[in-house]
Each structure stands twice: as C-alpha cells, then as structure tokens.
C-alpha cells in the first residue's frame, strides 16, 4: 500500500488488518517526516517511512524554490499559531506552479515500492498512482486504486487542478480495478474515464475498533468540559479546517433557545486559533467548547457522550458535495444520531436508516431553527438514537471487508 498520509487514515488500517487476517502479507510505504510510524509496532501490517531526503525533487527545475516553500511549510504544520492559516496556501502555491507533480510523486515512491516486490499494489489517493502504475509495470502485478474522494475536484488552485487532472487521465487506465467510498463518485468516476464502475467500498467503522473504544476506562469524558449535568451535547468531531461550515455553527449558538445545549468542538487543525477568537467576540464560552483531539482508540467513547452529531459541510466543491467523511461512520458506531447538512450522499444514508435529520445550515439562524426543532422532540430523537445503534448492524467495517476480500480475490 503506498500513500501520503502523515497520520495513517483509518481506512487504510482496517484494510490492512482485513488482508493480514486473511493471509496477505501487507506492507504500507508512507510519506516522509510522516506520524505514520508511530503506534503499530503491534499491528501485522509492516509500515515503512521513505527516507528524509525527498529524492522526488529530482528532475525538478524548479528545485530550489520548492525547497525554500517546503521546510516553512514543514515547521507550520505543527504550529499552532495564527501562521497555520497560511498553510493552505502554501502548500497550493507549492503544487501549483513550483513542483513537477507527477515527477515529484513518482520519484518519491518509485525506488521503495520496487524494493517491496509486492503482487499487488494498493495506491491510496492519487498522489502514488504514477509510481504504484510503474512498479508493477515492471513486475507484473496488479494495481488497485482507492479513492477515498473526488480528488481533482477539490479545491485547488488551476493550476494544481490541471496537473492532478493530467494525472488521473494518464495512469487510471493502468489501473485492475478501481475502489471508492459512494456511489456518486463511483458514477462520475465511471461517466469521466469510461471505466469499469468503481467498487465501492465505504469508510465504516469496525465493531473491534467500537467495542474497544468503548470498554476503555482511560478516556476523558466530554462531561468533564460542560458546565451541568443537563448540558445537552451537540457534536462536531473531526479536522478543524476552511470550508467545513463551522463558524456558521459556533455563531448558531446566539440563537439556540435552550440554555442546556453545548456544542462542542473535538478536534485540532488550522482554523483552531480563528474559531476560538470567534467564540470569545460573541460571548459563547458558556455555549461552545473547544476541546483538543484524541486518539482512534478514545474517539468512539467520547463521541457517545453527545446527544446529537453534526457534519455542516456546505457544497464548496463536487468532492464536497459528494462526501461520506468518516466521522459520519463515527458517529454511527457511536450510537448517536446527526444532524447534516443537505447533500445527496449524506441525504441517502440518513433518510434511509432513519437516523438523524437534514436540514439547511448555511446561516446560523437556519442552523438553530434546527437544532432547535430537534430538541424539541425528545421521543423522536430517543428513535432516531435506537435507529442509529441498529444501522451499525449494517453499516460496520466487519460487512465492508467482505467486499475487500472478494476484489482481492478476483485480481
């Protein structure tokens, strides 16, 4: 497996665990100055961090600027000042019109993933596929490509956009077979390349993973940071980061009718200094709490503290507009009902299992209407509380590697 992630994402872990389980020997290559090697000395997968001297800037005329662009963005990631702000757009600069992305890639991952000999490659996210497309060129093996969004239609800059774009049409045809989390990115995914129709395979949380979290006796409690033992919770767990839609919710609360409802937000990233002065300019440290982010392990028992989880993202791009993030999953295992905002996949999974309401919250005043009207009913969020427990049933990692296992099956 070959991917960018910094902090391995939870899909790529369960998939792991799935494969080992049954029998495949899998060894994820990881991003330099990457997390990714932190915390599985006792997992079965093996995880290797290319080395630190960024040999994907070879062949890139464009060299020393993009060195000078990486070591300061390198030293904003793990800041937590009003310069994490910048970050984005850094980092978009950098991509945009300093690197040779498919080079800088392919050079990046090529010498290790040649050196892994594997007979199949799993490639994460666009960013390896040239090299996962090259090594097993060279070896005869197979290629799986897992999106986990509609990465071109993020929102980068154009140019970046053109680059990725280039990408995505060169090598996608290399590709055995292609795996996503919905159907709507199956469809366009198929409609653009006139490809097989993607797997789908979605980002569900595992009953291990859920039960082990629960039986944890050393998690914080989000009772600790509410003010009474009436508060009533309303969630938002996840990257603190632009276009999420959670300053509309913070600014929600001056309009929220019920003293007792706390929304609280668990999670780090950019945007943590800006909400915070957001919160302190309208007066809600009483309404809105922020509270850092937890490990994997802990996340599932905290989230079942709350009464109600929120996902506002509005639809800033078709990946937007399209999403099933994780927490959606997270919020499932955790028995707990939600409240998103209206796009078509979030809309689909909700109305289907029963499981929470959709609702317009693009204003703060539209966003309490709603939250409002959900408190007002107890006996139908007790429902729709019971319906979320009984989704997991279905919606639970445990049903999705069956899928994971049969593809691999058929390469």
């Not at 010498?111 to 996210?125: C, F, I, M, P």
């Not at 198929?190 to 039960?211: F, H, M, T, V």
Request: hydrophobic letters at 35%; charged letters at 25%.
């Amino acid at each position: 497996m070959l991917t960018t992630d910094r902090k391995l994402d939870r899909r790529i872990t369960l998939e792991a665990r799935s494969l080992c389980r049954h029998g495949y020997r899998v060894t994820i290559i990881s991003f330099p100055y990457s997390k990714a090697c932190e915390n599985y000395e006792n997992e079965p997968f093996e995880v290797i961090c290319i080395g630190k001297d960024f040999k994907g800037f070879i062949d890139n005329p464009w060299e020393k600027i993009s060195s000078f662009f990486l070591k300061p963005y390198q030293a904003l990631e793990s800041s937590n000042s009003y310069l994490t702000m910048a970050r984005g757009r850094i980092k978009s600069i950098i991509k945009g019109y300093c690197l040779n992305l498919e080079k800088f890639y392919r050079n990046l991952f090529l010498q290790e993933s040649l050196r892994a000999q594997g007979n199949v490659y799993h490639v994460h996210d666009l960013h390896p596929l040239p090299s996962g497309s090259i090594a097993t060129r060279q070896l005869g093996a197979k290629l799986v490509y897992d999106c986990h969004e509609l990465f071109i239609e993020q929102e980068f800059n154009k140019k970046e956009r053109r680059k990725w774009s280039h990408i995505e049409q060169k090598y996608i045809y290399s590709v055995d077979r292609v795996i996503t989390i919905n159907k709507s990115i199956a469809r366009e995914l198929q409609k653009r390349y006139g490809i097989q129709l993607p797997a789908i395979i979605q980002n569900c949380e595992s009953r291990a993973q859920r039960d082990k979290s629960i039986q944890s006796g050393k998690s914080i409690s989000l009772r600790r940071f509410v003010l009474t033992n009436e508060s009533k919770i309303v969630l938002y767990q996840g990257g603190l980061l632009p276009n999420r839609n959670i300053e509309v919710m913070i600014r929600s609360m001056n309009f929220v009718s019920n003293p007792h409802i706390t929304l609280v937000i668990l999670g780090n990233g950019e945007l943590r200094a800006k909400l915070n002065k957001i919160v302190k300019k309208e007066r809600l440290e009483r309404r809105v709490l922020l509270v850092p982010a937890v490990s994997q392990d802990e996340l599932i028992r905290i989230t079942a503290f709350a009464r109600v989880g929120v996902i506002p993202y509005q639809a800033t791009c078709l990946n937007t507009y399209y999403c099933t993030p994780n927490k959606l999953y997270e919020f499932i295992a955790a028995g707990i009902p939600l409240l998103v905002n209206d796009l078509p996949e979030l809309r689909n999974i909700i109305t289907k299992y029963e499981i929470g309401w959709v609702a317009d919250l693009s204003t703060p005043e539209r966003a309490a209407k709603a939250v409002n009207q959900i408190f007002s009913n107890d006996v139908e969020l007790e429902v729709r509380r019971k319906n979320s427990i009984k989704a997991f049933e279905t919606l639970c990692w445990e049903e999705e590697e069956k899928k994971l296992l049969a593809l691999y099956e058929q390469l």
